[in-house]
């Protein structure tokens, strides 16, 4: 599809206002959490059933995002993405009932996250730019999200001090309903129409998503796929509890902790423009199994290490590759496979990614409560790492093979 650099500017930017706005359905839970302990007065342990259950929906509502993105594209995905989180952080203001919460926060607006992120977004990118392109593009939009960690989460700190849940829920809606319906609902009118890729033959499509999940294509880039999601599962959920245990005691905890982040925080942002840009000249296998061997070697650093000069560095290696893998498997996976299926199994491995975020939660927990230490969890990662290293070595060997087979379907 050519278009304009106008119109390709705007994806861009449409893209990043999604993914910066898209943060906040995480980011408002994660600050407001002992207030929702409080308004429901249940257990924290109790309470956590629902981010648990939104990540876990995450994975299990990415093929119905990949199906939704075939059959009626990636533009109209994002679209009912927005409009969904608008309505239920409309309803999320003045719900009093645990269940209802749980089913609004963990399975509703877990499907507006899936349907405003990578599966969507990778298949836009995937039709309108450019293949030498493509990388970067999705690099610059998926980067709306490390900018919203960023910006976004300091600012619900912020609030927390003087808004209460049902004002920032309130908030969060109106700036969906008012910017991000609008921008997307914009992008629409602006960009010549994208068709679907559905055809008549539904049932020939799902035997094929059923044929291509048991090739080893699929099963090397699920397996590596699954590392991505156990380490950041790590990072989102374990870091700062290691951290706070090790330097218990130091009188610069505090500071070695929130720079550590900040310095992640920052790496994320550059390493994903370096990687999208380095994709142009390397062999994408090749280039995830040295983005894993990175990864794991960042971890390895911090088993058993007080030094702030170790958990900074740690945080520019693991940062710098933050982002990478997923831009390149998203890559991978979209160049490999056919038009009709692409959503499909860009969906399924979203899957296996947020199959590998709880389990390594759950057992990183468990790990800690029979230990006490997150020693165990922290090795286990980075030998996961490893082998997703691995298996990106032999994702290149298949690369002349299999995966040049798959990408010869009729588009």
């Known amino acids: 599809m050519q278009l304009s650099r106008t119109q390709l500017g705007l994806v861009i930017a449409v893209g990043v206002l999604v993914t910066f706005l898209a943060s906040a359905i995480k980011g408002s839970y994660q600050v407001y959490f002992v207030d929702l302990v ?8 109790h309470f956590a059933l629902t981010g648990a259950v939104f990540g876990l929906s995450i994975g299990l509502v990415s093929p119905l995002v990949g199906w939704v ?26 719900v009093q009932w645990f269940p209802l919460f749980l089913f609004l926060y963990g399975l509703m607006a877990a499907y507006a996250l899936a349907a ?74 602006t960009l010549p129409a994208i068709k679907p890729a559905h055809g008549s033959d539904e049932d020939s499509s799902e035997d094929g998503v059923r044929d291509e999940m048991l090739k080893p294509a699929f099963l090397l880039l699920a397996i590596s796929f699954a590392g991505c999601g156990a380490s950041m599962a790590y990072i989102d959920v374990h870091l700062v509890p290691m951290m706070q245990q090790v330097l218990e005691g ?25 990687v999208g840009w380095l994709l142009r000249y390397f ?19 911090i088993v058993q290490t007080e030094s702030a000069w170790v958990f900074w560095t740690f945080a520019v290696m693991f940062g710098l590759t933050y982002m990478g893998t997923v831009i390149i498997t998203s890559m991978l996976c979209l160049k490999v496979y056919g038009e009709k299926i692409k959503g499909k199994m860009f969906g399924f491995l979203f899957t296996i990614h947020q199959v590998a975020v709880f389990a390594t939660i759950w ?49």
């Open 38 to 45: 409080e308004q429901f007065g249940i257990g924290r342990g």
């Open 69 to 94: 993105c075939d059959r009626f594209g990636a533009i109209q995905t994002i679209l009912s993405g927005a409009v969904t989180t608008a309505l239920v952080f409309a309803a999320l203001a003045y």
């Open 116 to 189: 405003m992120t990578f599966v969507p977004l990778g298949l836009l990118v995937d039709r309108v730019f450019a293949h030498e392109n493509k990388g970067m593009a999705f690099a610059a939009i998926t980067n709306g999200t490390a900018i919203g960690f960023m910006v976004l989460s300091p600012m619900w700190v912020w609030f927390n001090e003087f808004l209460s849940w049902t004002q920032v829920c309130l908030l969060i809606a109106a700036l969906f309903f008012l910017v991000v319906v609008p921008a997307v609902l914009g992008l629409q009118r």
């Open 250 to 274: 130091s009188v610069h905890k505090t500071e070695v902790i929130a720079s550590s982040l900040s310095i992640l925080g920052a790496a994320e942002l550059i390493g994903a423009f370096v």
């Open 283 to 301: 062999k994408p296998g090749l280039f995830l199994a040295g983005l894993y061997g990175l990864r794991a070697a960042s971890m390895f650093l």
């Open 363 to 411: 057992s990183g927990g468990v790990a800690f409560d029979l230990t006490g230490s997150y020693q165990g969890v922290t090795i286990g990662v980075a030998l996961f790492c490893c082998f997703s290293s691995i298996t990106g070595l032999l994702l290149h060997g298949w690369h002349k093979r299999e995966l040049q087979h798959i990408g010869q379907q009729p588009a």
